[in-house]
């Protein structure tokens, strides 16, 4: 997620209740494993499901206007879930582990899964320089209700003003 997109995550944005609602749903579709490599939970390894959030970054061509829209929520177990973070994983002494993981996975070495790291950084680092419009169409057409909460550290950047119309 960009870092000028001041939306924290989807579970500080909903209802208690809807969490448990959307999560457990999230699990239960791939048969409670892990949508990228498989694993079920296993509480003696440390392995749990977590709801990752997909999102994609269309670009309205007629209004300029850059939409980040929440697609998906997926399952991954512990270990996938925290590669999928390798900023955060890092920030927590995780980078070994997470980088690891990442080869097993995909069959990678340690230079493709580096390669991908930086890929997704450079990619990131090219959404951070825009203010994205959150698109939660997604939540709140299954009458989900989102209060989105700033992230913890971060000012709300200025939003653009936009026609409506
Ligand atoms: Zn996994």
């Known amino acids: 997620m960009p870092s000028s ?13 809807d969490w448990d ?8 579709r791939p048969g409670y494993r892990c949508e990228a490599c ?5 509480p003696d390894a440390r392995r749990w499901l977590e709801a990752h959030e997909r999102w ?7 209004s300029g206007r850059m939409i980040q829209k929440l697609t ?4 991954l177990c512990t270990p996938c879930h925290q590669a999928t973070h390798f900023g955060h994983a890092q920030i927590q002494g995780r980078e070994q582990s997470a980088l690891e993981h990442l080869c097993h996975v ?6 493709q899964a580096w390669e991908h ?5 450079a990619k990131w680092q090219r959404r951070s320089e825009y203010v994205w419009e959150l698109d939660m169409s997604m939540l709140t057409s299954v009458g989900v209700t989102i209060t989105p909460h700033p992230r913890p550290g971060s000012a709300r950047p200025t939003p653009r003003p936009h026609s409506t119309s």
Request: charged letters at 25%.
């Open 72 to 75: 998906r929520l997926v399952a």
């Open 117 to 121: 790291v930086e890929a997704a950084f």
């Open 5 to 17: 997109c001041w939306f924290s995550n989807v579970r500080s944005a909903v209802a208690p209740g």
């Open 56 to 62: 994609s970054y269309p670009r309205e061509t007629s």
């Open 38 to 42: 498989g694993a079920p939970r296993d």
């Open 106 to 111: 995909n069959g990678w070495t340690r230079q």
């Open 21 to 28: 609602r959307l999560r457990k749903m999230t699990y239960r």
